[in-house]
């Protein structure tokens, strides 16, 4: 079973440039989140979707943009990199009353 | 505000010695709870979870967590460590029921396991 899979695994992006942090679970799970991870500050929830068309934002949404078209996919769009979000981003997905099964993250750096 | 705390940023173990790691929350309700561990350039797996029922909560290798709604506390415990326990430790929060996609983590503890 492949759970949760984040591509790519590693990313340098210049300060300005836009990209996709691609998320894809098999699970048929209902909820799925992004988070990042920073030294000294756990995990912080960027975005989050409870269903396919509905997406809300978390603690930390400014700069990211995120869309559910599928119940399998979730990326998160970063649309104009800045060094602030150089960080390690996990997606991590979820159904009722069960814990979240977290990626393997995407460590991504803003130059 | 809702937070989560885990007050020690590193603790250092002997291997065989036992292991308490802290991890206490400001919520107006009880929340769900759950301790995850992270190995380096790892993601985070699971070790035990609290939705309701009995306190003390058992989980994957070996650890087990009370909840003490009055003490606000869901301290992750561990009779005797391995030296493969070395990793970090994240406490973490929810007040959702459904998928749990909305978790508050604690800033994280890290373990370091000496011979």
């Known amino acids: 079973n492949a759970g949760v899979t984040q591509t790519p695994k590693f990313q340098v992006l210049k300060t300005g440039q836009s990209m996709t942090l691609q998320c894809a679970q098999d699970?048929?799970?209902?909820?799925m989140s992004w988070y990042r991870q920073d030294p000294g500050m756990g995990l912080r929830l960027i975005h989050y979707?409870?269903?396919?068309?509905?997406?809300d934002q978390g603690e930390v949404p400014n700069g990211y943009n995120v869309s559910r078209s599928t119940t399998e996919d979730f990326p998160l769009r970063l649309l104009s990199a800045a060094p602030s979000q150089t960080s390690v981003y996990f997606c991590?997905?979820?159904?009722?009353?069960?814990?979240?099964?977290f990626g393997d993250g995407t460590r991504l750096s803003i130059l | 505000a809702q937070s989560v705390t885990q007050p020690d940023i590193h603790i250092t173990v002997s291997e065989g010695a036992s292991l308490e790691l802290r991890c206490n929350y400001s919520?107006?309700?009880?929340?769900?709870l759950f301790w995850y561990v992270q190995s380096p350039g790892q993601g985070l797996q699971l070790l035990l979870k609290?939705?309701?029922?009995?306190?003390l909560v058992q989980g994957i290798k070996g650890f087990e967590a009370e909840f003490k709604r009055s003490q606000s506390s869901f301290n992750l415990r561990k009779p005797s460590v391995h030296w493969s326990d070395a990793a970090e430790y994240f406490c973490?929060?929810?007040?959702?029921?459904?998928?749990?996609?909305?978790?508050?983590f604690g800033t994280g503890t890290r373990l370091t396991i000496i011979p």
């Open positions: 991590a997905s979820g159904t009722l009353n069960q814990p979240q099964h």
């Open positions: 699970m048929n799970h209902e909820y």
């Open positions: 979707s409870v269903g396919a068309g509905i997406t």
């Open positions: 919520y107006g309700a009880t929340p769900y």
């Open positions: 609290y939705f309701s029922g009995d306190t």
């Open positions: 973490a929060v929810t007040l959702s029921n459904f998928g749990n996609e909305k978790l508050t």
